[in-house]
């Protein structure tokens, strides 16, 4: 079964900026669109970039604030944060509508937005 790892969270203050990253052990990327969510304390967990191969979709609340990317040869995808707000913080998640559709979650990363 593919892994999926996300990393690159951690701790910014107001306004930081932080590159989250999602590696697959396998070719799972290539042809599917790839989602980032994120879920914050007490919260479900919501759609905030939607990665295609060369377009991609934010929620309102992060749009031009965040850029994803990806490389599909490096099984890879990317967010780019910037103007970080307390409220941005929560667990960080990339995933394929169809993984997620199985269940299948990688363990995010978690990114602290604080003074």
């Known amino acids: 079964q593919a892994q999926i790892v996300e990393s690159g969270g951690g701790l910014v203050q107001p306004g930081g900026s932080l590159k989250l990253s999602c590696v697959a052990s396998e070719e799972i990327f290539r042809g599917y669109v790839v989602h980032w969510y994120r879920q914050a304390p007490g919260k479900q967990r919501e759609l905030v970039a939607s990665?295609?191969?060369?377009?991609?979709y934010y929620a309102d609340s992060v749009k031009g604030r965040v850029s994803g990317s990806r490389d599909n040869a490096k099984n890879t995808v990317w967010l780019e944060m910037r103007n970080l707000r307390p409220e941005d913080t929560a667990v960080y998640y990339c995933n394929t509508q169809q993984r997620a559709s199985r269940g299948e979650w990688g363990q995010g990363t978690q990114v602290t937005v604080s003074s």
């Open positions: 990665i295609e191969t060369v377009t991609a």
